[in-house]
C-alpha cells in the first residue's frame, strides 16, 4: 500500500512542521495570560478580607510565586499529565468545562461549514460555466457582499428580521428550547444525541436554536469557498486536459463533472483548513450574539475575568484542533490528487 | 506619470464599480478627517429623556439607550475606525514586506523555516490571539492596532516572500546581478519595484479586513472603551436591545462598517485592474 | 479522384479582444484527402493553430468564425452544434496537442482516460474498455503497457505522455487526426520516435493527418503537401520538393532560408540582409595561447542530491566560440550559469585569465574585476528584462555600474552606441518590454550583455524562445558581433544546426557528463560517441532525395 504510506509519510511531516509554531502560539499565550491584570491568588482566597498570609499560601500552592520560566515548565509538566488547571469562574477543572462545552461548538461549526459548502460549491460551479451571465454576477455580488458583512451584524440582523418580525425563530439564547426536554448526552452533539434517542420534539428545538447561528456562520464562509470554486473552476475549464476531453468527444457532463470539476475541488480543498479555522475565530463573535453555550464564548468570558487557565487551555484545544483538521485535509487530498506521493 | 493617469482614467471609465468605490473611499476618509467637527450634535452627550427614538427629521439615524444622536456618532466613529485600520495595516505591511522581501531573496533554509511558521500561524485562528492580547496588555487604541497588526504579519510576511519568490530566480534578477547589482540594489531597485502593486492592492483589501477585527474586538468588550464613538461598540451596545425591534441601534452602524470594508475592497479589485503592467498600452 | 476528406473554404475567423476585434485568420482555403498527410507550417501568429481549431470546434469563447465554410466528409461542420459535433469528435477526427502532460487529465490514470474516450462513442464494459485501452498503449509502444494503464500522466515521461495522446486519439479509429505541434517542448530524440510513430500509425491505419509546426523541416520530412501560412492567410502550398527547391513567393523563401539545415551557414540564412559592412573574418585563435576560460572537474549537486553536472573539464580560447549541446536534464544550462558566476559549483576550478575565479562564492561575484568581463544573454528574453525597466534603462545598467560611465549625456551615447551596434532603432530606447517584440527583446538582452565590453559571452539558448525567421537574424548579428570584437562565445543550445554554424568547437553533454568534444565539422559529420550520433540523426531535415524516393515508393505501393 504505497498510497497509505506516501499519505501518512506527507501528513506526518505537515503536523511534526506545525509544532513548532503551535508550540509558539501556546508559550505566547502563556507569556501574555502572566501579564493578565489582577491577580489570581487574592481570587481564590476564602474571602475579601483574607489574610495576606493565606494568599501568599495559595500563590504558593498555585507556583504563582515562583520565576516565569519554572513556572512555564510547570505549566508544560500539567500539560503532559492533563491537567489544566481550575477556572476560577466556574471553579470546575478547566478540562471538564472544555469538555462540556465543546460540542456545542463544534456541532454549530460542521452544520454551518456543511451549509456553505452545500450553498458555495453548486454556486462557484454555475457561475464558471457562465462566466459574466446574470448567475455570474450574482453570485459576485454575493461574495463581494459576503466578506463586507460582520458575523455579528449579520446575526443580529438575522435576529431582528427572524425573532422580532417574523417571529418564526426562537429567543436567540442557548443550544435547545428551556422547556424541551434535554435529550439524554452520548456525542454532545444536540442532533445526533435527539436523534439516536428518537425524541424529534427535541432535535426540532435543537434544529431550530441552532438554524440562525448557523447561517450567520456560514454566510461569512460563503463568500471565499464560492469565490474559489469559481476561480478553480474557471482555471480548470480553460486547461489543456479540459480541451483534450472535448476534443475526444466526450460529454459535456463528463467534461464537466469528471475532468473538471474533481480537479477543481482540489484548491477548494486545500483552503478548508484555514476556512475552518476563520470559524473557529469567528465561534466567538457568533457565540456571543447567540448567547451560545460553546468554548469561545467560555474563553472570552474567562479572558473578560482576567481567569487565565480557562484561556490558556482554549487556546491549547484549538491548537489541537487545528492539527486534527490540518490531518483531515492532508488524509483527504492525499486521496483526491495522485500527484502527491512524488514530492 | 502622465501615462499612469491616463490609464487609470482610461480604466475607471470603463470600471464604474472602482469608480463608486474610489470616491467612497474618498467620502470616507473625508468624513475621518473632519467628521467630528460637522457632526449635529455632540456624540458623547447624554440626553436621557430622549432616549431610544427611532429615526426621524431631529435624529436621522435614531438616537440610543443614553439619548446620544446615533448618526452624529456613526460620522465621528469613522475617525477612529479608519484610524486604527490605517495604522494597524502600515504596521504590519512594513514589517511584513521587509521580513518577506528578505527571507524569498535569501532563500535556503531560514526562508523554507519562516515560510512554514508563516503558513501554520497563518491556518490558526489567530483572532483568538488578538483577543488575548488586547485583554491583557489593556483596552487601548495602540494595543487594539498592535494587535490588529499582529494577526496580518503573517499574511503580508507570506504574500512578499512569495512575490519575491517568484522573480527572485527569473532572468531580470539574474541579469541585473551580471550586470553588477549588489543584493540591496537588486531588492531596493529591482524587486520591490515590481512587487509594490501586488502589495498595494493587497493592502487596499487588508485595510477592510483590519476594520472587521478591530470593530470585532471593540463588539466583544476587548477594545475601545465606551462612551467612545466606535462602530463595534455601537452594535455591541445595540445588541441588547435588537430583540425588542430597536433595530437602528445595529443597522447603522453596521452599515458603516459594511461600507467601510466593501469601498476598500472595491478599491483593492480596482487597483489590481489599473496597477497590472500587462494591461497598459 | 473521390471527394476530399475536408475541405475549408475561405475561412475566416475573428477574436473579440480588449482592443476591438483582431482578424486571426483572413480567409484560410485547404483541401485534404483521405490518408493524405497535410502540414501546415507558419511562424507564431500565423493563425495556423486557430485553422485547426476551428476545424474542431474548439476556439475559446473569444473566437468566432466570420465567414466561409469547412465540410467533413460531404457534411458542412462550420458552426456546427455540439450535439451534431460531439459524436464526430475522437470519433471521426481527433487531434493531439502540444505539451502533452497538460494535455492529459492529472489526477486520472491513463487507463481510465483511454477508456473514457472509447466509451464515449461505443458502448462498452469497464473491463472490455481496459482491454481495449491496453491494446492501444501496445499499439502506440509503450514499454510495460500492462503496468502503465494505472499510472497517471505526473509518472510517464513527456514523450510517453504524448504517446498516451496519440492512443486516446486513435483510439476509435478517425479518419482524420490533426497534431497541433505534437513535439514543441520534446526532446530532439524524443520528438524523432513520436514523428516515426505518428507518421507508422497513420499510413497503416489509412488516417488523414494535419500537422501543424513551426518546423519546417518536420513538415518536409513528414508530409505529403506542405502549407505555408503569414499573418493568416495560406502564402504556398506545395510538395515539400518544390517547397523547398523553388519557393515562388517571398515569405517562404526566406522561411526556408532561414531554417537551418546541415547545410547552412550563418550567412545563407539570412536573405535580404540589413546593409552592413562586410564583417572581418572570423579571429581564428592562435594555438598555444593561454585559455581564456578553464573549467577543471566542475561539480554541481543540487539540494536534493541530484548531480547536474558530473565532473565536466574544458577550456575556451580568447575570441573562440564554443558550443555545449545537450537535451533537457543534461546540465548545460547549470554548466553556463556556474560559468557565469551566477550560482556556486559544488566541486572543481574556474579560471579566467589565468587567475581562479571559482574561488569567489558566487554572491559576492558581483564586487569582483571580472563581472564585467563574463557577461550572459538569457533564453527567454522577456522574462529576462525588468518589466519596469525601459530599454535604455536596462542597457544603462551594466554601463553605470560595471563601466564606470556616470555622466548623463556620456551615458546616452554609448547606450546609443551599443543599440546601433544590435540593430535596434533609436526610438525604441524608451520603451517597456511589454512594448517590444521577441526580436527586439532580444536585441536589447544581447546590447545589455556587450555594453560593458566583456571578453566572454555566455549565451544560453538565444534563440530558443523566437521564430526562425528572428532566430536567423540575431544568429547573424551575435555572428558579426564576434567578428567584430574578438568575443569569445559559450554557446549554449539544444540546436545542433545552430550550434554547427556558429562554433568552432562543440561539446555533448548528457546527464551532466561529456559524451564528446571536438571541432564542430568533423563532430557534425562524423561523431564518434552513439550518443552524438542518435542525436545528429534525430534532426529534422529536408532531404531531396529522400523525399523522391519516399513519393515513388508510395506511388508504386498504391
Avoid at chain 1, 500539560?79 to 478540562?95: E, K
Avoid at chain 3, 502540414?39 to 468564425?65: N, P
Wanted: proline fraction near 6%; include cysteine.
Amino acid at each position: 500500500m504505497g498510497l497509505a504510506v506516501s499519505i501518512a509519510r506527507r501528513a506526518g511531516k505537515r503536523v511534526v512542521s506545525s509544532l513548532p509554531a503551535l508550540f509558539g502560539v501556546v508559550i505566547f499565550t502563556f507569556l501574555l495570560m502572566r501579564v493578565l491584570p489582577g491577580d489570581p491568588a487574592i481570587f481564590f482566597a476564602s474571602g475579601p478580607n483574607a489574610g495576606q498570609a493565606e494568599i501568599e499560601q495559595i500563590r504558593q500552592q498555585m507556583g504563582l510565586d515562583k520565576p516565569v520560566p519554572q513556572q512555564l515548565l510547570l505549566y508544560l509538566r500539567d500539560i503532559g499529565t492533563g491537567n489544566l488547571g481550575r477556572s476560577m469562574t466556574t471553579g470546575q477543572p478547566v478540562v471538564t468545562d472544555l469538555v462540556s462545552r465543546l460540542p456545542a461548538s463544534l456541532e454549530l461549526t460542521f452544520v454551518a461549514l456543511m451549509l456553505a459548502l452545500i450553498l458555495a460549491l453548486p454556486l462557484g460551479i454555475l457561475a464558471a460555466l457562465r462566466p459574466n451571465s446574470l448567475i455570474d454576477n450574482i453570485v459576485r455580488m454575493i461574495c463581494t457582499l459576503g466578506v463586507c458583512v460582520p458575523t455579528f451584524v449579520s446575526g443580529l440582523l438575522f435576529i431582528f428580521a427572524f425573532y422580532y418580525i417574523l417571529g418564526i425563530a426562537p429567543d436567540p439564547t442557548g443550544r435547545i428550547d428551556i422547556f424541551a426536554g434535554q435529550p439524554p448526552t452520548i456525542t454532545g452533539f444536540l442532533l445526533i444525541d435527539a436523534a439516536v434517542a428518537g425524541d424529534w420534539d427535541a432535535w426540532r428545538s435543537a434544529a431550530r436554536q441552532l438554524i440562525l447561528p448557523a447561517c450567520t456562520m456560514a454566510l461569512f464562509v460563503l463568500a471565499p469557498l464560492a469565490r474559489m470554486t469559481r476561480a478553480s473552476m474557471l482555471a480548470v475549464l480553460t486547461s489543456d486536459f479540459v480541451r483534450t476531453g472535448e476534443a475526444l468527444g466526450l460529454s459535456r457532463r463528463r467534461v464537466v463533472l469528471v475532468y473538471a470539476l474533481r480537479n477543481a475541488l482540489l484548491p477548494v480543498l486545500t483552503i478548508m483548513g484555514i476556512v475552518f479555522s476563520t470559524m473557529l475565530g469567528a465561534n466567538v463573535l457568533v457565540e456571543k450574539v447567540f448567547s451560545w453555550p460553546g468554548v469561545a464564548s467560555y474563553a472570552l468570558d474567562a479572558l473578560l475575568s482576567s481567569d487565565y487557565a480557562p484561556v490558556q487551555g482554549f487556546v491549547l484545544l484549538m491548537a489541537t484542533i487545528f492539527v486534527m483538521v490540518n490531518l483531515t485535509v492532508d488524509v483527504l487530498y492525499g486521496l483526491a490528487d495522485p500527484r502527491i506521493s512524488i514530492e | 506619470m502622465i501615462a499612469v493617469l491616463r490609464h487609470t482614467g482610461w480604466v475607471l471609465r470603463g470600471n464604474p464599480v472602482t469608480m463608486v468605490a474610489s470616491f467612497g473611499a474618498l467620502v470616507l476618509i473625508t468624513l475621518a478627517i473632519v467628521g467630528p467637527w460637522i457632526v449635529p450634535y455632540d456624540p458623547t452627550a447624554s440626553n436621557v429623556p430622549n432616549a431610544l427614538m427611532p429615526p426621524s427629521a431631529a435624529h436621522w439615524f435614531g438616537t440610543d439607550q443614553l439619548g446620544r444622536d446615533v448618526f452624529s456618532r456613526v460620522i465621528a466613529a469613522t475617525r477612529l475606525d479608519l484610524a486604527i485600520a490605517a495604522s494597524a495595516v502600515s504596521l504590519s505591511f512594513a514589517l511584513g514586506a521587509m521580513i518577506g522581501a528578505f527571507c524569498g531573496y535569501t532563500g535556503g533554509r531560514l526562508d523554507r523555516w519562516v515560510g512554514r511558521f508563516v503558513d501554520v500561524l497563518m491556518a490558526f485562528p489567530l483572532f483568538v490571539l488578538a483577543m488575548a492580547m488586547v485583554a491583557a496588555l489593556g483596552n487601548r487604541v495602540e494595543n487594539i492596532i498592535y494587535a490588529t497588526a499582529i494577526i496580518n504579519l503573517p499574511f503580508y510576511i507570506r504574500f512578499a516572500r512569495a512575490e519575491v519568490n517568484v522573480r527572485r530566480n527569473s532572468g531580470w534578477v539574474e541579469a541585473a546581478r551580471a550586470s553588477g547589482n549588489s543584493h540591496v540594489r537588486v531588492v531596493m531597485l529591482f524587486l520591490l519595484p515590481n512587487v509594490l502593486p501586488a502589495m498595494a492592492v493587497q493592502i487596499s483589501l487588508n485595510l477592510g479586513w483590519a476594520i472587521l477585527n478591530a470593530a470585532g474586538l471593540s463588539f466583544l468588550g476587548l477594545g475601545v472603551k465606551p462612551p467612545t464613538p466606535e462602530w463595534g461598540i455601537m452594535v455591541a451596545e445595540g445588541a441588547r436591545f435588537i430583540t425588542t425591534g430597536k433595530w437602528w441601534l445595529v443597522v447603522f452602524p453596521g452599515a458603516a462598517l459594511m461600507t467601510a470594508v466593501l469601498c476598500f475592497n472595491l478599491l483593492g479589485d480596482g487597483l489590481r485592474d489599473i496597477l497590472d503592467p500587462r494591461m497598459r498600452t | 479522384m473521390t471527394a476530399p476528406l475536408l475541405t475549408i473554404e475561405d475561412l475566416k475567423v475573428t477574436f473579440s479582444t480588449r482592443n476591438g476585434p483582431v482578424e486571426a485568420i483572413k480567409g484560410v482555403s485547404l483541401s485534404l484527402s483521405a490518408g493524405e498527410r497535410l502540414g501546415i507550417v507558419g511562424e507564431s501568429g500565423s493563425g495556423k493553430s486557430v485553422t485547426a481549431f476551428s476545424v474542431m470546434q474548439l476556439l475559446d469563447r473569444a473566437g468566432k468564425i466570420t465567414g466561409g465554410r469547412i465540410t467533413f466528409r460531404g457534411q458542412d461542420i462550420t458552426n456546427a452544434s455540439r450535439g451534431m459535433l460531439q459524436p464526430l469528435r475522437g470519433a471521426a477526427m481527433s487531434m493531439i496537442f502540444q505539451n502533452p502532460r497538460a494535455a492529459l487529465n492529472p489526477i486520472r490514470t491513463v487507463g481510465l482516460q483511454i477508456a473514457d474516450v472509447l466509451r464515449a462513442h461505443e458502448s462498452l464494459s469497464a473491463k472490455e474498455a481496459r482491454a481495449r485501452a491496453l491494446k492501444l498503449l501496445e499499439a502506440v509502444m509503450i514499454r510495460d503497457p500492462e503496468a502503465r494503464l494505472d499510472a497517471y500522466p505526473h509518472e510517464l515521461s513527456g514523450g510517453m505522455c504524448q504517446r498516451v495522446m496519440i492512443a486516446m486519439a486513435i483510439a476509435c479509429e478517425p479518419t482524420l487526426l490533426i497534431a497541433d505541434e505534437p513535439t514543441t517542448g520534446l526532446d530532439v530524440t524524443t520528438q524523432k520516435t513520436v514523428m516515426d510513430l505518428l507518421a507508422e500509425i497513420t499510413a497503416r491505419r489509412g488516417m488523414a493527418m494535419i500537422l501543424i509546426t513551426h518546423d519546417l523541416g518536420l513538415a518536409a520530412q513528414y508530409c505529403q503537401r506542405v502549407a505555408v501560412m503569414e499573418k493568416g492567410l495560406v502564402v504556398e502550398e506545395a510538395v515539400p520538393a518544390t517547397l523547398f527547391g523553388a519557393p515562388t513567393h517571398p515569405y517562404t523563401r526566406r522561411l526556408v532560408a532561414a531554417s537551418p539545415t546541415r547545410h547552412s551557414t550563418v550567412e545563407s540564412l539570412v536573405v535580404d540582409r540589413e546593409a552592413a559592412p562586410p564583417a572581418p573574418a572570423r579571429i581564428a585563435p592562435r594555438p598555444g595561447s593561454e585559455p581564456l576560460l578553464a573549467v577543471r572537474n566542475c561539480v554541481k549537486v543540487f539540494d536534493n542530491g541530484f548531480r547536474g553536472v558530473d565532473d565536466v573539464s574544458f577550456s575556451l580560447a580568447p575570441g573562440e566560440s564554443l558550443g555545449l549541446v545537450g537535451e533537457s536534464g543534461s546540465g548545460k544550462s547549470t554548466l553556463s550559469r556556474i560559468v557565469c558566476r551566477l550560482i556556486d559549483a559544488s566541486e572543481g576550478t574556474i579560471t579566467f585569465d589565468g587567475e581562479d575565479i571559482g574561488g569567489i562564492p558566487s554572491r559576492d561575484f558581483y564586487r569582483s574585476r571580472f563581472r564585467r568581463d563574463i557577461q550572459i544573454v538569457f533564453q527567454d528574453h522577456g522574462d529576462s528584462l525588468n518589466p519596469r525597466f525601459s530599454a535604455f534603462d536596462a542597457i544603462a545598467d551594466p554601463l553605470r555600474l560595471l563601466g564606470g560611465v556616470q555622466d548623463g549625456r556620456e551615458l546616452r551615447r554609448q547606450v546609443e552606441d551599443c543599440a546601433r551596434r544590435v540593430g535596434l532603432p533609436e526610438e525604441f530606447l524608451d520603451r517597456f518590454p511589454h512594448q517590444l517584440s521577441g526580436g527586439q527583446k532580444a536585441r536589447v538582452g544581447i546590447a545589455r550583455a556587450i555594453a560593458a565590453k566583456p571578453r566572454l559571452l555566455v549565451l544560453d539558448e538565444p534563440t530558443a524562445a523566437l521564430d526562425v525567421s528572428v532566430q536567423a537574424v540575431i544568429l547573424h548579428l551575435l555572428d558579426r558581433l564576434r567578428r567584430e570584437t574578438g568575443l569569445a562565445y559559450l554557446f549554449v543550445s539544444h540546436d545542433l544546426n545552430v550550434v554547427r554554424m556558429m562554433c568552432e568547437r562543440t561539446i555533448v553533454l548528457q546527464k551532466g557528463r561529456i559524451v564528446e568534444e571536438g571541432p564542430s565539422g568533423p563532430l557534425f559529420t562524423a561523431p564518434s560517441s552513439d550518443y552524438a550520433r542518435e542525436l545528429i540523426a534525430a534532426i529534422p531535415h529536408f532531404d531531396p532525395e529522400a523525399a523522391l524516393a519516399r513519393q515513388k515508393a508510395l506511388a508504386t505501393a498504391v
